[in-house]
């Protein structure tokens, strides 16, 4: 089973920017949809972003409206890694990020439960 790892959390003000990584272990995942999702306290997990294989290389990015403009999604296959760089920072953006892996692009992108591994989350805190 692969391993995901998120890296590249922290605390940053109010217009910042942040990168967030995810290293994949254990096997390829060139043609895998890799997807962002966040967690705040006492809510629910939410999409925020996947990126997902659609053919000769090319990839399609899907965005939540709420970071839609602010975040990109990217992929270094070369490094098995996954990237969201936040830019614009709000403090509403506070959460734990996770990312994930959906190896057959199963289902609707934006549902969690569609996703087979999850990493263990990285903490965002924007300030005010």
């Known amino acids: 089973q692969v391993q995901l790892v998120e890296s590249g959390g922290g605390l940053v003000q109010a217009g910042g920017s942040l990168r967030l990584s995810c290293a994949a272990s254990?096997?390829?995942?060139?043609?895998?949809?890799m997807g962002w999702f966040r967690q705040a306290p006492g809510k629910e997990r939410e999409f925020v972003s996947s990126v997902r294989w659609v053919g000769s290389m090319t990839y399609s990015a899907d965005y939540a409206d709420s970071v839609k403009g602010r975040f990109t999604i990217s992929r270094d296959n070369a490094k098995n890694t996954v990237y969201l760089q936040m830019n614009s920072l709000k403090p509403e953006d506070t959460a734990v990020y996770y990312c994930a892996e959906n190896p057959l692009s199963r289902g609707d992108l934006r549902v969690p439960s569609n996703y087979d591994s999850w990493g263990q989350g990285t903490q965002v805190t924007v300030s005010s």
């Open positions: 254990g096997r390829t995942f060139s043609i895998y949809t």
